[in-house]
């Protein structure tokens, strides 16, 4: 154990030699994380702090290197570690030239709306998450074109354009062979047939959620996975599995019954090919969640939607400069035994700990 947090400790001081004014300013301002804000927060020249974007094309392989280390030699040998995608939204709803902008549903303020749609691959250990890449994901046409004559934009077909799924099966190819991880978990936005044979042909365990309308075979039956007899909780029961066939793939269909926060009770479904009892499947699934509470955090605390650069490249560093604080406070977070990152940001902040950049313009 202590080797680990040694080669740990080692990438971190690595990390911070190469550090900008720019990073300092997102792990200890306070305030909304823009060059002007932060600049007078500091009390740095704002031109220094937009400084930092110099070569940010350069600047973000070296990032996303360091994130994919730390992510191998986190301090948790023990725990399962699950690679999780999901996506957030950077909500940007009176953008106009941003690079990447689309119109996409935020789940916090539970409608769509128009920002920048982030597909994020993430490892999870022991309840700890380490961003590791992202995604742009734009919509399949866009309004930008010429107006027509009853005053709307024309519509042109995006060549970008990527299906989420498609999407996440990139991230993981990308990083399958560089991080260890156990096994892969996502929500029911990616399950597909597509996404299922990719796992199987690639030998990957994975965990998905299921819509309770997905037609599954389970005994020779085609149903619904709510109207499927073998997955129907009796009595007390709060959850059950049974073997069967999803679009021609063999797997593990999971029902469990859980309390919400509101005192009601709801019941989902999962998909997954490991060979686990009831009760370990919903344990595996519920790994996942961290993610989410990493996006509350990023955006509260370091900014994540605050960048108001215009060019994608700028923006994506950005982006990778809050996975890297996130994830150096994440390892901070681990060694002194802390309950939540925001506790080690507070505590940063709080001592007003500071680095000098007399020496470097960059």
Request: hydrophobic share 35%; aromatic share 10%.
């Amino acid at each position: 154990m202590q080797a680990l947090f040694q080669i740990v400790e080692h990438c971190i001081c690595k990390v911070k030699a190469q550090t900008t004014p720019y990073f300092y300013g997102l792990l200890f301002h306070e305030g909304r994380k823009n060059c002007s804000s932060m600049g007078r927060g500091l009390g740095m020249p704002e031109k220094r702090i937009r400084k930092s974007f110099k070569n940010a094309k350069v600047k973000t392989g070296p990032i996303r290197k360091n994130l994919q280390l730390l992510a191998q030699k986190i301090p948790l040998p023990d725990e399962m570690r699950v690679l999780a995608v999901d996506g957030t939204m950077l909500m940007k709803a009176f953008a106009q030239k941003i690079d990447h902008l689309a119109h996409d549903y935020d789940g916090v303020i539970r409608r769509a709306t128009r920002g920048l749609s982030l597909m994020v691959i993430s490892l999870i250990c022991g309840g700890n998450t380490i961003p590791l890449d992202f995604s742009f994901w734009e919509n399949k046409t866009d309004k930008t074109g010429s107006k027509k004559n009853n005053g709307k934009l024309e519509e042109k077909p995006n060549s970008k354009y990527k299906t989420k799924i498609i999407m996440a099966i990139e991230l993981i190819s990308a990083l399958k062979d560089f991080v260890f991880f156990h096994y892969v978990a996502m929500d029911g936005a990616f399950l597909s047939d597509k996404m299922v044979g990719f796992l199987e042909t690639e030998n990957l365990e994975y965990t998905m959620r299921a819509a309770r309308n997905r037609k599954v075979i389970i005994d020779g039956c085609e149903l619904k996975l709510c109207d499927q007899p073998s997955l129907k909780l009796i009595k007390n029961e709060r959850c059950k599995t049974a073997k069967g066939l999803y679009k021609g793939h063999e797997c593990n269909f999971i029902v469990n019954k859980r309390k919400k926060r509101n005192g009601k009770w709801e019941t989902y479904y999962i998909i997954s090919n490991m060979n686990l009892s009831a009760k370990e499947h919903v344990e595996a699934y519920s790994r996942r969640w961290p993610i989410d509470k990493s996006f509350r955090t990023m955006k509260q605390y370091l900014g994540l939607r605050d960048c108001q650069m215009c060019d994608g490249i700028r923006q994506a560093f950005h982006i990778f400069n809050v996975f890297m604080a996130y994830a150096i406070a994440t390892i901070e977070k681990i060694a002194n035994g802390k309950k939540s990152v925001e506790e080690i940001l507070n505590e940063w902040r709080l001592a007003k700990k500071s680095q000098n950049f007399s020496q470097s313009d960059d």
